[in-house]
């Protein structure tokens, strides 16, 4: 299994982009979808989750201009992100708990990283 990320880029404040992650192989149940950041000498954090039947969480420095989606159809998950600001600059990675054929438990996977930068 493996998650690929991609979207990230470089953009004005104010502006939005949308990142994707695609989980991909052989994959039998996804639970929980989440995006983390780490910003330059940060700690890893918790930005969105969503759950595999749609309940969402936010931290609050992101609450009302992110939101978290996810198509299970494709195995992916989105993170549409308005209102960008320089504090918001960090490589994203998206996170999976995904359950494969033959394995009775959820197990953690994560993608590569994708960096946004958000300019003043």
């Known amino acids: 299994v493996q998650l690929q990320a991609s979207g990230g880029g470089l953009v004005q404040t104010g502006r939005s982009l949308r990142l994707s992650c695609a989980a991909s192989?052989?994959?039998?149940?996804?639970?929980?979808m989440n995006w983390y950041r780490q910003g330059r000498g940060g700690q890893r954090e918790l930005v969105a989750s969503?759950?595999?039947?749609?309940?969402?969480y936010y931290a609050d420095s992101v609450k009302g201009r992110f939101t978290a989606s996810r198509d299970n159809a494709k195995n992916t998950q989105y993170l549409q992100m308005n209102s960008l600001k320089p504090e918001d600059t960090a490589v994203y990675y998206c996170?999976?708990?995904?359950?494969?054929?033959?394995?009775?438990?959820?197990?953690?996977?994560w993608g590569q990283g994708t960096l946004v930068t958000v300019s003043s």
């Open positions: 996170y999976g708990a995904i359950k494969v054929p033959g394995d009775t438990r959820f197990r953690d996977y």
């Open positions: 192989g052989s994959i039998s149940s996804i639970n929980d």
């Open positions: 969503i759950a595999s039947g749609g309940r969402t």
